[in-house]
T-cell receptor, first 117, second 116 residues
Framework: EAEVAQSPRYKITEKSQAVAFWCDPI?????LYWYRQILGQGPELLVQ????????DSQLPKDRFSAERLKGVDSTLKIQPAELGDSAMYLC???????????????FGAGSRLTVL | AQSVSQHNHHVILSEAASLELGCNYS??????LFWYVQYPGQHLQLLLK??????LVKGIKGFEAEFIKSKFSFNLRKPSVQWSDTAEYFC??????????????FGKGTKLSVKP
């Protein structure tokens, strides 16, 4: 079964450092999402890509977070500088092209757990 | 803005007990509804989904959910739980606005612990 790949699985960093997470979606999935899941909460959307274009980044804290999907395949989410409140699980998900029925079903990766000390 | 409420934060059951997890959402238009499950140490997986048609949908592992439009609810049920159902369960809603789709909004999750 095809999977969404994410790395690293775990990252511990000190505040003010830079961190980066990588995601490789399922082949053929044009839409890619980054979610943040704080302990005890449900996932919250940070950014959505359609191919290489950002569709929605309204919830992305742009002063410190950035995301790119340069070739419309894999994606990187960066935090610089990291703050204590950024400690969370960062989830990547992908789906088929928005507007198609398959776009409604998101497949999630295992996530990258970030701890900021 | 859309929101999703899951009424129970933590549910503890014995094996063979029946399960019902509540989920309510706050959007009056057309919706797509989902339940995702996260087993310990694993990633979020789709349990079942409702797009249209029969409001009673069946998912994997004996789970089912019923969409009641008048109550804005999509409760998850299972007649007899097993220890292996221990997991966190997330209800999620996507609003459909004309020809476009909104974002997938998740509830806070319900942790289910099944005692052997």
């Amino acid at each position: 079964e095809a999977e969404v790949a994410q790395s690293p699985r775990y990252k511990i960093t000190e505040k003010s450092q830079a961190v980066a997470f990588w995601c490789d979606p399922i082949s053929g999935h044009a839409t890619l999402y980054w979610y943040r899941q704080i302990l005890g909460q449900g996932p919250e959307l940070l950014v959505q890509f359609q191919d290489e274009s950002v569709v929605d980044d309204s919830q992305l804290p742009k002063d410190r977070f950035s995301a790119e999907r340069l070739k419309g395949v894999d994606s990187t989410l960066k935090i610089q500088p990291a703050e204590l409140g950024d400690s969370a699980m960062y989830l990547c998900a992908s789906s088929y092209l928005t507007g198609t029925l398959g776009a409604n079903v998101l497949t999630f990766g295992a996530g990258s757990r970030l701890t900021v000390l | 803005a859309q929101s999703v409420s899951q009424h129970n934060h933590h549910v503890i059951l014995s094996e063979a007990a029946s399960l019902e997890l509540g989920c309510n959402y706050s959007y009056g238009g057309t919706v797509n509804l989902f339940w995702y499950v996260q087993y310990p140490g694993q990633h979020l997986q789709l349990l079942l989904k409702y797009f249209s048609g029969d409001p009673l949908v069946k998912g994997i592992k004996g789970f089912e959910a019923e969409f009641i439009k008048s109550k804005f609810s999509f409760n998850l049920r299972k007649p007899s739980v097993q220890w292996s159902d221990t997991a966190e369960y997330f209800c999620a809603v996507k609003g459909i606005y004309g020809g476009s789709q909104g974002n997938l909004i998740f509830g806070k999750g319900t942790k289910l612990s099944v005692k052997p």
